[in-house]
């Protein structure tokens, strides 16, 4: 067991502390506090640990509302233990941090992290259960495979919370149980016999949901890919057409565009639009759903190699919003050399948005404006939409 006394938080979830010289990342702890805690791992250069009793707490601590979000627990919440305005003022740390320390930039080290809404609690639409050797849901410990029963998360939207499904005892063992409550107000719920399975089994609702955003209905599959915080595509889609300020004749492209949720934002404004997107069910969803857009289409490819091809040519603006690991050094290279006007960026993982922002500086699109927003209240994410422009 080690005292510490708590410095600066770090991306990941926890703060960063120091003993004999070494790093300690310790988790439910708080920037300024004494706490005690149990090293949970032991690497060379670094421990992590788990405060497990607050000697000196700070004043934004309070009581965690959830009782599964505890050191021994539930590994899904990092920072239940502070005020929702400290939450984001930590949050805002994480990305000015990663910002020096991988791009380095301090232009934006003031840059907010603003909420989506009043609600810390009941916001996330979709939620993933694991399942227990006793086949109940339930919710990995941070780090572990261990299986933590959970019978109510208080962060899923009102209408997961107490699901039929969250009672039963009967689930396969080691398998995956997915939760929806979709814009429309319905419920899917889905089950696969294990992680690896990439089959999934309808239990109740239906495969196909609807979720509505910028006045506009998709049709999607249960599992595919949708912002999980309600707020999120009406307010991402509108700050990335606050960045760009999008013209009319300007040719866009929307990559990683999913099922089209910022072509449908820019389509009225500019065109041609061209949504590029792996997922060839969210591919068909867009085309669904946007239709009516004679002035958008869908290419079903991987981003990298479908820039790779020397057909793709002039882009005046461009949104991406790539998965967590970032778009990648090949992806911001192919986007300049199309010489776009402006790039807005939306980016789930502050490290690989760093990393990429100092890609596109290299390249003579230096970031130009920041936003960020609290979409995942409770926990260490979030998500920021940064516009890079030409020098």
């Known amino acids: ?31 300024g506090e004494r706490v005690r805690a149990r090293v949970t791992e032991e690497r060379r250069d670094y421990l992590r640990a788990d405060a497990v009793a607050v000697l000196e707490p700070s004043p934004d601590r309070v009581a965690p509302p959830c009782p599964f979000a505890r050191p021994d627990a539930c590994g899904g919440c990092d920072f239940q233990h502070a005020t929702p305005a400290a939450q984001r003022t930590l949050k805002a ?13 301090d232009a934006f080290s003031r840059v907010p992290v603003e909420p989506l809404g009043s609600d810390q609690l009941g916001w996330r639409t979709r939620v993933q259960f694991a399942v227990d050797a006793a086949g109940r849901l339930g919710f990995h410990k941070h780090r572990s495979h261990d299986i933590v029963p959970v019978d109510r998360c208080l962060i899923a939207h009102p209408a997961l919370r107490d ?11 080691g398998g995956t149980v997915e939760a929806v409550a979709t814009s429309a107000g319905d419920v899917t719920v889905l089950m696969r016999q294990s992680r690896m399975d990439r089959r999934w089994s309808l239990v109740d609702g239906a495969q196909r949901v609807h979720e509505t955003a910028l006045e506009r209905t998709w049709e999607l599959d249960a599992t595919g890919f949708w912002q999980v915080h309600p707020a999120a595509p009406d307010r991402f889609a509108a700050v990335v057409l606050e960045l760009l300020q999008p013209r ?59 820039l790779a091809n020397p057909r793709w040519r002039a882009v005046d603006v461009v949104v991406l919003d790539p998965p967590r690991a970032g778009a990648g050094r090949d992806v911001v290279d192919a986007i300049v050399r199309r010489s776009p006007r402006a790039v807005a960026y939306v ?13 596109f500086g290299d390249l003579g699109y230096p970031l130009a404006a920041l936003r960020a927003f609290d979409a995942f209240p409770m926990t260490h994410h979030f998500e920021a939409i940064g516009l890079f422009r030409s020098r």
């Open 1 to 31: 067991m080690l005292e510490l006394d708590v410095g600066p938080v770090a991306h990941g979830g926890h703060c960063v502390a120091r003993v004999d010289g070494r790093v300690v990342f310790v988790r439910h702890a708080l920037p």
């Open 93 to 105: 740390g994480v990305l000015a941090d990663q910002l020096h320390r991988l791009a380095g930039l």
């Open 163 to 173: 699901l039929p499904a969250a009672d039963r005892s009967d689930w396969p063992a």
């Open 248 to 306: 009319a004749g300007e040719r866009a492209w929307d990559l990683y565009g999913g099922a089209g949720l910022f072509a449908a934002a820019l389509a009225p404004h500019c065109g041609p639009v061209t949504v590029v997107e792996a997922d060839r069910q969210a591919v068909a969803a867009g085309r669904r759903a946007l239709g009516d857009l004679d002035n958008v289409r869908f290419v079903a490819g991987d981003v990298g190699r479908t």
């Open 347 to 359: 980016a789930c993982d502050p490290a690989a948005f760093a990393r990429d922002a100092r890609a």
